[in-house]
């Protein structure tokens, strides 16, 4: 079944998270990041930080905390086993760091297909914020096959 078009400009309800230190540490050594500014807070204050820097991919971790994440793709019978991630972009605006509460709020920016409707693209972008203040932007593509368009 298409995906309706008129699903550009739609919203998800907006979420909060907090950036928690351990968590910073944790994915800082996990991507190998050596750079002490994302682990010890004395370095990252010598560096001229207020406290532990977020890595800048952490944000996309940070949006898988919504505790409702599925429930765009299920509200559009979208099955998950049909999805593929196409794509990811991050726009930055400002640091956030360890401590930060961040509020997410994804918007659908586009919707098309291609190869006759077997694949099928929704573009959308979470705007990440703190205190009403922007600091990045997200932009993800999602591809949803179409196993009988293909055929």
Same mark, same amino acid.
């Given at each position: 079944m298409p995906i309706d078009p008129a699903l550009i400009g739609s919203r998800t309800p907006a979420f909060s998270t907090g950036a928690e230190r351990g968590r910073l540490r944790f994915f800082a050594r996990t991507i190998g990041q050596t750079d002490t500014v994302y682990t010890d807070l004395e370095s990252a204050k010598a560096a001229g930080h207020r406290d532990l820097p977020v890595p800048p991919t952490f944000l996309f971790c940070m949006e898988? $905390?919504?505790? $409702?994440?599925?429930?765009?793709?299920?509200?559009?019978?979208?099955?998950?086993r049909t999805i593929l991630h196409g794509?990811?972009?991050?726009?930055?605006?400002?640091q956030a760091y360890a401590g930060d509460t961040l509020t997410f709020v994804?918007?659908?920016? $586009?919707?098309?297909?291609?190869k006759g409707g077997a694949l099928e693209f929704i573009v959308r972008d979470t705007h990440v914020t703190r205190d009403g203040e922007p600091i990045a932007t997200l932009t993800g593509t999602l591809v949803v096959r179409d196993p009988k368009a293909a055929k």
């Amino acid at each position: 079944m298409p995906i309706d078009p008129a699903l550009i400009g739609s919203r998800t309800p907006a979420f909060s998270t907090g950036a928690e230190r351990g968590r910073l540490r944790f994915f800082a050594r996990t991507i190998g990041q050596t750079d002490t500014v994302y682990t010890d807070l004395e370095s990252a204050k010598a560096a001229g930080h207020r406290d532990l820097p977020v890595p800048p991919t952490f944000l996309f971790c940070m949006e898988m $905390d919504n505790p $409702d994440r599925g429930r765009f793709l299920d509200d559009l019978g979208i099955d998950v086993r049909t999805i593929l991630h196409g794509g990811q972009e991050f726009t930055y605006h400002a640091q956030a760091y360890a401590g930060d509460t961040l509020t997410f709020v994804t918007e659908v920016k $586009d919707v098309y297909a291609k190869k006759g409707g077997a694949l099928e693209f929704i573009v959308r972008d979470t705007h990440v914020t703190r205190d009403g203040e922007p600091i990045a932007t997200l932009t993800g593509t999602l591809v949803v096959r179409d196993p009988k368009a293909a055929k």
